[in-house]
């Protein structure tokens, strides 16, 4: 009987490496992996040594329709700060998390999600999946407090311009733990 089972595990684990191996299937089961971390990943707040003190400033962005922006950070309200890209997989696994805080937090904080993709890619990755999440370009350097390597790099930042989440990869937006850190933030 354990034979089977041995058997039977190293065909589902070739099976997967099949599947991530071949070029048409592979994001999809990066997306799946990664929706499993967000099932068990919600950011937490980092410890009051942790966080970082960014400041205020303005991010000079354009919107997807190439209209110059200007957001505040670290003015009057908290902000939820990502950097991400649509041929991501833990981005694609952690966007409905985003979309559902933003359905309800949206009027709250300010949400500016970063991308350095062709416009016309992103309006169509969001039509696809029904997202109506405000997403940004970037027109100047981020302060170095925001340099990050990977993406998705998410960020609550306080009104006072702190820094109370850094999560880097797949995470939970959407979870009870983060509500109550952001009703704290109001």
Not at 2 to 30: D, G, Y
Not at 127 to 140: A, D, G, Q, S, W
């Amino acid at each position: 009987m354990q034979k089977k089972h041995l058997t039977f595990s190293n065909i589902i684990f070739a099976i997967f490496i099949i599947l991530l191996i071949i070029p048409q299937t592979r994001t999809a089961m990066q997306v799946a992996v990664n929706k499993i971390r967000v099932l068990v990943l919600s950011p937490s707040e980092l410890n009051v040594e942790e966080q970082t003190e960014l400041g205020a400033f303005d991010y000079l962005l354009t919107d997807l329709e190439g209209q110059l922006v200007h957001i505040a950070i670290g003015k009057d309200k908290a902000v939820f700060l990502s950097y991400w890209a649509t041929w991501c997989p833990p981005c694609i696994a952690e966007m409905p998390s985003i979309q559902e805080l933003y359905n309800d937090y949206g009027d709250k904080i300010d949400f500016v999600l970063l991308t350095s993709e062709d416009p016309e890619t992103v309006r169509s990755f969001l039509e696809k999946k029904r997202y109506n999440l405000p997403v940004f370009i970037p027109r100047m350097q981020a302060p170095e407090k925001l340099y990050g390597r990977s993406i998705p790099t998410n960020y609550i930042i306080d009104k006072s311009g702190k820094i109370i989440i850094k999560e880097t990869g797949a995470a939970n937006w959407n979870s009870q733990k983060l509500r109550v850190i952001l009703e704290s933030l109001e």
